[in-house]
């Protein structure tokens, strides 16, 4: 059974940063595409970032430069280190997987991600 549970978030004030983990059972982080989605009040899910069983990354143009997605093989473990954080950040982060090695296009399609972990909120103060 397949299990995602993320953790490391909090309030934070704008301008700060913050790293979101997930760590994984019954799967292998190592060898397919795995994602960070978010979603703020009242808005849709909408995909942030993703990387593939090599480590390429892709992320959305809102996060480019302040949002790193990367693997830990051995603690099999997904990261989200945000930076520069803004109050428009805001939002539950959840990440999902796939069941295919390269991410499968669009990319944040969510009907791709067959698991997604429960969420961990995330609040930026101005």
């Known amino acids: 059974q397949v299990q995602l549970v993320e953790s490391g978030g909090g309030s934070v004030q704008a301008g700060g940063s913050q790293r979101l983990s997930c760590a994984a059972s019954?799967?292998?982080?190592?060898?397919?595409?795995m994602g960070w989605f978010r979603q703020a009040p009242g808005k849709d899910r909408e995909g942030v970032a993703a990387?593939?069983?090599?480590?390429?990354?892709t992320y959305a143009d809102s996060v480019k430069g302040r949002l790193t997605i990367s693997k830990d093989h051995a603690k099999n473990t997904l990261y989200l280190q945000m930076n520069s954080l803004k109050p428009e950040d805001t939002a539950m982060y959840y990440c999902?997987?796939?069941?295919?090695?390269?991410?499968?296009?669009?990319?944040?399609?969510?009907?791709?991600?067959?698991?997604w972990g429960q969420g961990t909120q995330v609040t930026v103060s101005s």
């Open positions: 990387i593939d069983s090599d480590g390429s990354a």
């Open positions: 019954g799967y292998t982080v190592s060898s397919y595409c």
């Open positions: 999902a997987a796939q069941s295919r090695q390269y991410c499968a296009q669009p990319l944040y399609a969510r009907g791709w991600y067959l698991y």
